[in-house]
């Protein structure tokens, strides 16, 4: 079996979000499509061991916020590389309350959904909404999974589907310890401001460690 | 409810294959995903009323052949727009045979699976495989379905999750009657010889409606 077949599968780059208890939150996704047109419905796959799963299980709903190739890659390392259980993932990234869900501004479009079936997998629960509203928010172009990894040099999370482990860091890079980003840039990584912070998962400074 | 909100999903664009009594069949999806990565399992989603829907259920096994930019559209309309119910669609597309399952010669990548679940919604059944073989066949980018309607001009089937009724075509102007493919051609459509075909479906000019 060749893992490089699953990478010519195409995704885009979702924020899926629910409500915990009135407080909102949710997790980055690759894996969300429409599946009927009529009615309209959409399913979204969720790794068991994230937060939102329980949460979206205990809601009974959820929204896709739609992220654009100049979203701000910031947003998905928020959502892809931190717990929600711990830590409020909203209280970074602005949002919009749209019919009833918890929408990302900075973000394409919405699509937010009503739980009216889900399937179990070996690792993820795979919930299907009856959309409930949905709307178009801008012309910029979506974010394909392609981009991310291509273009902004993204990663992926352990708890995606599609997640590969990468061979170890060159010796002597500073590796990200929460998303796994590689320090390439120009200056030296000793020379950076203590602001600075990852560019993927937005983790301060001290989080990286030489390889 | 916004219906432009649901063009913003990425996809790609697959032939989905299967055995229909020994007989090679399937039709083109562009909704198909990695679910879990151990054990590697992908899902698809097929119209019920897609003769690839009853054989799948009754084979067990079905693969996925990705479909590349440089990829013949036609292979999409033959796959797409004819039922493979009273049609040989591989009679006219090459195929060879992989993990025992019908894979499309021109693509750029593969994916066999044996169905361990299935989901019913209102109109499309969901199968989850256990991905029995996988391979990545050529460097060429893998298609998107953003590719497929915006650089090649395609146009997405009735069945599929993703169709909405385009706007009826401008009058005077020729329409196939099998994909909705509207010709927008140099030549005088009634200058084009009686060997001219669909480039979508592949379909003969005798297909052609005027608006």
Same sequence: chains 1, 2.
């Avoid at 309209?40 to 949460?55: E, G, L, P, Q």
């Avoid at 394909?144 to 995606?160: D, E, F, L």
Wanted: proline residues 7%; aromatic residues 10%; glycine residues 8%.
């Amino acid at each position: 079996m060749d893992p490089r077949a699953f990478h010519s599968l195409s995704y885009g780059v979702y924020i899926v979000s629910t409500w915990d208890n009135g407080r909102p939150t949710g997790c980055t996704a690759n894996c969300a499509a429409q599946i009927t047109s009529s009615p309209a419905t959409v399913m979204v796959s969720i790794n068991k061991d994230n937060y939102t799963n329980k949460c979206i299980s205990d809601c009974g709903h959820f929204a896709l916020s739609v992220l654009a190739e100049n979203s701000d890659p910031a947003i998905i390392g928020t959502f892809g590389f931190r717990s929600g259980r711990d830590f409020d993932k909203f209280s970074s990234v602005p949002y919009t309350v749209l019919d009833a869900m918890p929408i990302v501004q900075d973000s394409c479009a919405y699509i937010a959904c009503k739980v009216i079936g889900t399937m179990d997998t070996p690792t993820h629960t795979i919930f299907l909404g009856e959309v409930t509203g949905a709307e178009k928010r801008s012309d910029n172009p979506p974010m394909t999974y392609a981009y991310y990894h291509g273009v902004i040099k993204g990663k992926t999370a352990k708890n995606a589907p599609t997640y590969v482990a990468d061979a170890p860091a060159e010796t002597g890079k500073y590796v990200c310890s929460v998303c796994g980003h590689v320090y390439t840039g120009n200056v030296p990584f000793e020379d950076l401001p203590d602001s600075w912070v990852c560019p993927i998962c937005g983790q301060p400074k001290s989080v990286f460690k030489k390889a």
